[in-house]
């Protein structure tokens, strides 16, 4: 008698491509799915396997085809990459070629003088270690996580030169950059014949920095941008309306990210004045901080983060209403501005 696998290897959804919204990533070839799902929290070896599968399962199924990790991703460090390997090896690898995967370092990864920065050593050290545990022959994008004031720019853009030149990835981009140091990145990489496809900056409804200089830099350089951070680490949710939920990112005493004291009672306010306008336009607040991110033009992709996989079906379906009136966009920068 034959017994069915109790766990039977991925097969991906015939219908994922039928939805999904797609830009071309500044002047390159390259085409980036508007929402990205990334690995920073909820992938790492203290999380469930189990429950990273659905989501990068569900994820791909729903056209979301890019997964943004990191190597100090987890935690501990390294482990995401790790989750993300043991997921690829149980079915969604057969799906690699249809796949964009992105690592990045630049942040403390390991002790030593070695371990962090912008150095040549580090950064391709770095590299090589994020393949191995990902279980990959190459990535797609690989970044300079952030700018290393202590290291010549030229070395960590010839590093990442080198990178794709080695066939270690195929493009590169940057992370964190100032307008300035991105256009000094910029003419340096393509001096070297390696231009830079994509920058990645934090942007939300509540962190707007990113139009200070860095959106037009990127558009007058035919640059792509996929921003993090668009829910503000899950503030720009329902979740934080009524207060801070036990099981929220805000109660977790390891996250430094989104503590309590941030969650003050005029953002509070904000956020609800906001959450107003999203049912007047039929979408959760989540839903309407995506779609604003994505009316930037200077935005190719959005970066998501999920704890479960309805948070990934309902971010997608932002997509179904990205554009706002001039009254809506007037409405939410006066919220903003108060």
């Known amino acids: 008698m034959i017994t069915q696998d109790p766990n039977p290897l991925y097969l991906a959804a015939p219908s994922r491509y039928h939805t999904m919204r797609y830009r071309r990533c500044g002047k390159s070839g390259l085409r980036l799915p508007a929402l990205s799902l990334g690995l920073w929290q909820n992938f790492g070896a203290v999380d469930s396997l189990s429950n990273a599968k659905a989501m990068l399962h569900r994820a791909f199924d729903l056209g979301i085809n890019h997964f943004d990790l990191a190597n100090n991703y987890g935690p501990p460090f390294g482990s995401a990459e790790q989750t993300f390997a043991q997921v690829m090896a149980s079915g969604l690898g057969a799906y690699r070629d249809e796949l964009c995967i992105s690592s990045k370092a630049g942040y403390d990864m390991w002790a030593g003088p070695y371990g962090i920065g912008g150095s040549r050593k580090y950064l391709i050290a770095s590299c090589d270690q994020s393949l191995k545990r990902c279980g990959l022959d190459y990535f797609d994008i690989f970044y300079s996580h952030c700018f290393d004031a202590n290291t010549p720019l030229e070395e960590t853009m010839q590093a990442l030169d ?177």
Not at 195 to 204: G, V
């Open 162 to 338: 080198f990178i794709v030149r080695s066939g270690r990835a195929l493009y590169v981009g940057i992370s964190s950059y100032s307008a300035e140091q991105t256009l000094q990145a910029i003419q340096i990489l393509n001096d070297l014949g390696t231009p830079l496809l994509i920058h990645q900056p934090r942007y939300n409804m509540f962190d707007r920095g990113f139009e200070q200089g860095l959106s037009a830099t990127l558009i007058n350089e035919g640059i792509g941008a996929i921003v993090f951070s668009p829910l503000d680490q899950g503030f720009l949710t329902d979740k934080y309306l009524k207060g801070i939920p036990a099981d929220s990112r805000a109660a977790r005493t390891e996250q430094i990210y989104l503590s309590a004291e941030q969650i003050t009672a005029d953002k509070v306010a904000k956020a609800q004045h906001l959450n107003t306008i999203a049912q007047q336009r039929g979408q959760s607040l989540a839903q309407m901080a995506l779609s604003w991110v994505l009316a930037n033009p200077a935005v190719t992709s959005s970066i998501i983060g999920a704890s479960k996989v309805s948070q990934i079906e309902d971010c997608v379906k932002a997509l179904n209403c990205l554009d706002f009136s001039q009254d809506e966009m007037q409405q939410i920068n006066h919220i903003l501005a108060g």
